[in-house]
Each structure stands twice: as structure tokens, then as C-alpha cells.
């Protein structure tokens, strides 16, 4: 379905947010599709969403995008959770209904998952066990993909035990937690290695892992994408190991949104990847 005859209206609540690329990311493919519409950043401190998700309707929004930190606060406001965001634990994408309801969805889990196909095709998640370091919202993404896709493990290791503990609890024995200090060895064996902290990202403290242990055909994926190239991926790399940038995952979460709102599922670019690359 097309929208070209209503000007239609979208964006990105979060706090703060001037500094997402996704209006950047919406704006080339209004004009890249000749549609009628705007994308806008939308800063919203936590306290007010309920009111900022309500006004969508009325001030003639299909929807709007949610990053940090309102992406877990919104399944408590909006009308209807969908089962990608319900098995997230979290949402990013809201949909303004028809009739005016709103829809909670995540886009994360698709994004993520077509970059790493986009860049290594050839990767099958079944074909051993992967390792997540982190768990928080990317991790949980990750996680809730490989078993959708019947991964045979998710091991799940990070700085704070518990927090990984509790990712086990609530998906089940597929998913082994593996201590911090360990890190290293739960390498052995694996097929696929993914970043989702922030560690290794410009200001943040550097990745401190080896790889010594992970196979060299493993492939190799970091959710971090400021700088381009991590110290993960750089290492991955140099020792042969395919690996997978974190910007195509901002890319490709970005195109269900797009498709939900103005009717059209949009390709990701050379040009676009360009253009968005020399913001970074």
C-alpha cells in the first residue's frame, strides 16, 4: 500500500536523541521513493511518553521509532505488544492503528540478522554454538534470533553474573551462562562470536577478550558500530575470521519501520551506507 496521497508523519523518541541517524536513514528513502512525509527526532524525557505516544494519532503520525531509554517503558503504555517485541523484553518501533491504537513491535531481531546475512550469507546459525558477551537489550535480541533459528547453544557471559543468570532463567537450557573470567574459553568450538556491550565503542573502555581459542572460520560480529571497525573485528581479521560491522544492523532494523509507515519495504544502499558513513 501507498502513501503518497497523505502527507505522513514519523520519528524517533528517546532522550537524548539529536544525535540518531535515523532521520538521516528515513529522509533518503522519502526522497529516494518520491513519498510524501517527514521523519523528526522527537526528544521525550521517560515521564512524559505516555502523553508523546497518545499524541501520535492526533497530530497525524503513523508512528514513531524508540531507543534509550523508553524502549522498555513503552510495553507498558501503548495498546497491543507483538510477539517480536514481547519475546524482546523491549520495543522500538510503535504503529499507530487505524483506528487510532497503538502497536508495539522490534525491529532489532530483523536488523541484526540481515546484516549478518547480508555480509557473510553463507553463515548458518546451526551450525554450532555461539557466545554473547553482554546482556542487556542487544544481547536479548540476539539471543531471542539464534534460538528462533534453532541455534544448539547460546552461551551468554558478562560482567555482572546475574544478569545472565536471568537471560538462562527465562529462555531456557539452550542458553549456558559462562562467567565473566571465562570469556575466553567459551570461545572453544563456537561458530559465532557477537558484542552487544558498549565496550569497545569511542569513549568507552576497550573489549578486553582473546581470541585464541575461537575456530577461524567462526564468524565474528559487533553490535558497535562508532568506530566502524572495532578492536574485536580488527583482531577477528587479522587472524582470518569473517566478520560483520554493527552499522548494518542501524540499517536494516530501520527498514520494517519504514515499510509499516509508508507502505514500501526499502533496500539498504551503497549510497545510503555512504551517506551515513560519513556522519560517523
Not at 47 to 56: C, D, G, M, T
Not at 118 to 133: D, F, H, I, N, R
Not at 148 to 171: I, K, S
Request: glycine residues 8%; hydrophobic residues 45%.
Amino acid at each position: 500500500m501507498s502513501h503518497t496521497e497523505k502527507f505522513h508523519l514519523a520519528g524517533v523518541m528517546g532522550y537524548p536523541v539529536l544525535h540518531s541517524r535515523s532521520p538521516l536513514i528515513h529522509g533518503y528513502w522519502l526522497k529516494k521513493y518520491g513519498l510524501a512525509g517527514a521523519y523528526v527526532p522527537l526528544e521525550i524525557y521517560p515521564a512524559n511518553l505516555e502523553k508523546a505516544l497518545r499524541a501520535l494519532p492526533h497530530l497525524g503520525f503513523s508512528g514513531c521509532n524508540l531507543t534509550i531509554p523508553l524502549k522498555e517503558l513503552a510495553m507498558k503504555i501503548v495498546d497491543h505488544v507483538d510477539e517480536s517485541a514481547r519475546h524482546v523484553g523491549a520495543g522500538n518501533c510503535c504503529v499507530v492503528e487505524p483506528n487510532g491504537s497503538l502497536t508495539l513491535y522490534n525491529t532489532d531481531v530483523f536488523g541484526f540478522f540481515a546484516n549478518v546475512q547480508e555480509a557473510q550469507p553463507l553463515w548458518k546459525p546451526t551450525a554450532g554454538p555461539s557466545l554473547v558477551l553482554g546482556a542487556g537489550g542487544a544481547a536479548r535480541a540476539v539471543i531471542t534470533g539464534l534460538l528462533d533459528r534453532n541455534a544448539p547453544e547460546v552461551r551468554v557471559t558478562n560482567r555482572t553474573l546475574e544478569r545472565a543468570q536471568h537471560l538462562r532463567d527465562e529462555f531456557g537450557n539452550r542458553v549456558v551462562v559462562v562467567p565473566w573470567s571465562e570469556r575466553n574459553a567459551a570461545m572453544a568450538g563456537a561458530s559465532f562470536l557477537v558484542n552487544t556491550t558498549s565496550l569497545g565503542m569511542i569513549n568507552q573502555l576497550p573489549l578486553d577478550v582473546a581470541l585464541e581459542d575461537l575456530p577461524t572460520d567462526a564468524v565474528v560480529s559487533d553490535v558497535v558500530y562508532m568506530p566502524q571497525m572495532t578492536g574485536l573485528l580488527s583482531a577477528a581479521k587479522k587472524r582470518g575470521n569473517p566478520i560483520v560491522g554493527g552499522l548494518g544492523m542501524l540499517l536494516h532494523q530501520a527498514r520494517p519501520s519504514f515499510r509499516d509507515w509508508w507502505g514500501i519495504m526499502p533496500d539498504v544502499t551503497t549510497e545510503l551506507r555512504s551517506r551515513i558513513e560519513a556522519t560517523l
